[in-house]
């Protein structure tokens, strides 16, 4: 499925994090309904999301960028955020932290922009491979391995009080 439209893929901005906001809430309600617990998802709101995003894009993460999908006049669509992997993983040193599109506007070929801007962002920190680490029950994990993620490891987190399986989608050479 394709989009009319123009997609604009940008780098991100303070001046987007309402957007981004709408954009992270909304997808998880619809992503996350029936994995995670109601009571995650019910504590979610746009002005709590929006502070922790401004902060965010005024003080990334060293080495990390978010971008954003936008179409007028809908505005921001879905955003993603890498850079540098966080937690000091013996062989992927880059991370594609978050991928987040509004489900009307899924399969359309943006999450496949978003990631390649993201992938771009990592090469130019001289890394050559990527991880990205996501709930087994997402239905995203298809849309990794299409783009030629390989499950490389798993842990168990805890949200809510539940605990739930994250795996991680490696690439060798991005």
Known sequence: MSYDHDIAIREASAADARGIARVHVDAWRTTYAGI???SVLEDLSYD????KIKN????PYPGGKTFVAEIEPDGIVGFASGGHEWEGHAIYKGELFSIYILETYQRMGIGTMLVH???NHIKSLGLENMII???EE??????YEKLGGVRVDEKMTKSGGKQLKE????????
Do not use: T
């Not at 965010?56 to 003080?59: A, P, Q, V």
């Open 167 to 174: 795996i991680a989608y490696g690439w060798d050479d991005i």
């Open 36 to 38: 995670m617990p109601d």
């Open 133 to 135: 680490w996501v709930l």
């Open 138 to 143: 997402n239905s995203a994990c298809e849309f």
């Open 56 to 59: 965010m894009l005024k003080h």
């Open 48 to 51: 709590k999301d929006e502070k």
């Open 117 to 119: 801007r993201v992938v």
